[in-house]
């Protein structure tokens, strides 16, 4: 069946560094794809989304990347910071479920 | 902005109670969802209305019905509450706009059921 999900469920990140999450599908048909960021006590929230027409997309220090041809995307935040600090989750425009996301601690 | 609120942030339930969980949002979206979400299992989602008064089945719908009588309230429906109901319910809303479907989400209600 279609799944869409992520390949570690946690990820440790020195403050400064940059982190990578990434996230898998099986619907090569997708057209449209979203990371979402879920900060303790609060429900998820839009970061970034990418269309199936391109393969990067940018904004304020993260980036989306897309690689159709092994159905793969990633998320890459530049200089995490502790308010990076969240569980993050990827979807699709075919899948309404979100996986058991990564959660990504920053040390100081 | 999108403002999504449920009705509670947190709820302490019987077992055998019936429990109504509400969820309203202030943009007119058409789509709205409920997810619960627990530790390890992520979010799931347990149904999704289209429209006023039509509803879809998730991937966990069993146990739970749901509401859409306006389109700004969609309620979900534990018809008689048990122990494995206890989880954290997230309702969510959107606006699908030429394929662009991003989800808003509440801030969510955790429930415990006793």
């Known amino acids: 069946g279609e799944s869409v999900g992520l390949h570690l469920p946690t990820l440790s990140v020195q403050e400064g560094d940059n982190s990578i999450i990434n996230c898998a599908y099986s619907?090569?048909?997708?057209?449209?794809f979203i990371w979402y960021k879920q900060e303790s006590g609060k429900g998820p929230q839009f970061i970034i989304d990418?269309?199936?027409?391109?393969d990067k997309r940018q904004g304020q220090r993260v980036t989306v990347l897309l690689n159709k041809t092994v159905k793969h995307l990633s998320l890459q935040i530049a200089a995490t910071q502790p308010g990076d600090s969240a569980v993050y989750f990827c979807s699709n425009d075919y899948k309404l479920s979100f996986g058991a996301g990564t959660t990504v601690t920053v040390r100081a | 902005d999108v403002k999504v609120t449920q009705s509670s942030r947190y709820l302490v339930k019987r077992t055998g109670e019936k429990v109504f969980l509400e969820c309203v949002q202030d943009m007119d979206h058409e789509n709205m969802f409920w997810y619960r979400q627990d530790p390890g299992l992520g979010l799931r989602l347990i149904y999704f209305s289209y429209d006023v008064k039509m509803k879809e089945k998730g991937d966990i719908p069993e146990g739970y019905s749901v509401s859409r009588e306006k389109k700004e309230r969609f309620s979900l429906i534990l018809e008689s509450a048990s122990t494995n109901q206890t989880s954290m319910y997230l309702c969510?809303?959107?606006?699908?706009?030429?394929?662009?479907?991003?989800?808003?989400f509440g801030p969510g209600t955790r429930l415990t059921v006793l």
């Open positions: 990418i269309r199936s027409n391109m």
């Open positions: 969510a809303s959107s606006l699908p706009l030429a394929g662009r479907d991003t989800q808003y």
């Open positions: 619907n090569s048909a997708s057209d449209y």
